[in-house]
């Protein structure tokens, strides 16, 4: 599986229904600590594959899902799992901070 993108539409399906833990990055194109992120999300998503589906949020094309989410700042990298948000972590960060939480939600589960 790939990264999804997902939308209000597919946010109940692709995240809440998972049977796998999610991570979403909330971002937008204009936001440069995004863009610094992308290249760190898509190499969690290659390391994690099978074991946890990660998406992203472009809150530019889908203001209402950062808004029901309370995401207030951007990037916001958040992780669900059983259908509910298990960690938040705003402002940008390095692997190995994300790669920590993922693996204690990972053991959680």
């Known amino acids: 599986m790939s990264i999804i993108h997902i939308t209000?539409?597919?946010?109940?399906?692709?995240?809440?229904?998972?049977?796998?833990p999610v991570l979403i990055?909330?971002?937008?194109?204009?936001c440069g600590p995004c863009r610094m992120l992308a290249p760190t999300i898509d190499e969690l998503e290659q390391q994690y594959r099978g074991k946890l589906h990660?998406?992203?949020?472009?809150?530019?094309?889908?203001?209402?899902?950062?808004l029901v989410h309370k995401v207030m700042s951007i990037p916001?990298?958040?992780?669900?799992?059983?259908?509910?948000?298990?960690?938040?972590?705003?402002?940008?960060?390095?692997?190995?901070e994300l790669d920590a939480v993922i693996q204690e939600v990972l053991a959680a589960k």
């Not at 209000?8 to 796998?20: A, I």
């Not at 990660?54 to 950062?66: E, F, Y």
């Open 54 to 66: 990660v998406g992203k949020i472009d809150i530019d094309q889908q203001p209402k899902l950062a």
């Open 8 to 20: 209000e539409e597919t946010f109940d399906k692709e995240v809440l229904e998972s049977p796998v």
């Open 25 to 30: 990055d909330f971002w937008a194109d204009w």
């Open 76 to 96: 916001t990298v958040s992780i669900y799992a059983h259908g509910k948000e298990v960690k938040r972590l705003i402002g940008l960060r390095d692997k190995p």
